[in-house]
């Protein structure tokens, strides 16, 4: 049986909004969502596997953006994967800031067969996860850039994933 999937894409943000840079994925979810509209789905959440999978499973096009943690990169260096076709490097599958999270969902829904037809995520490079700090400026500037491509991109600029493709 062939299951219907939904068109209109669906952007996560991950983190949390008190630790600092681990609130970069809200920050540029909220951002595409302002500037697409209706045009595409915003779900804001902490990284739950089984919900996200939950989530994304009959969608066309998912795109996830999470901070993560590489001290070999610069500080709000932006990394994107096609996570439908590409496994995720292994020096960042466990560089999310959550115990278990998007690359656990990931793996979890392809054996599962539960991935989405277009799955892209969006990981900006972050330092400070310090409780009730905002994000640096590094990281927003990485945030500004990021919700600038995903934008490009949702809008049919297919060239918008230029940045470093691991």
Not at 29 to 44: H, N, R, S, Y
Not at 77 to 98: K, R
Not at 118 to 131: D, H, L, R
């Amino acid at each position: 049986m062939s299951v219907q999937r939904v068109s209109k894409p669906l952007v996560i943000g991950i983190g949390n909004r008190d630790r600092g840079d681990d609130q970069v994925g809200i920050y540029v979810a909220e951002k595409v969502g302002e500037e697409m509209g209706a045009a595409v789905d915003v779900l804001i959440h902490r990284g739950d596997p089984a919900y996200l999978i939950e989530q994304w499973e009959n969608r066309e096009l998912v795109i996830v953006i999470d901070a993560m943690l590489s001290e070999d990169e610069a500080e709000g260096e932006i990394f994107c994967w096609d996570a439908a076709n590409e496994a995720l490097a292994v020096e960042t599958a466990h560089s999310s800031t959550h115990h278990l999270g998007v690359h656990e969902a990931i793996e979890l829904a392809k054996v599962l067969g539960k991935m989405p037809g277009k799955f892209y995520v969006y990981g900006i490079n972050a330092m400070a996860y310090s409780a009730g700090q905002p994000m640096s400026s590094r990281v927003c500037v990485g945030a500004e850039k990021a919700t600038a491509e995903i934008t490009r991109f949702l809008q049919g600029d297919n060239n918008a994933r230029n940045v470093i493709i691991k």
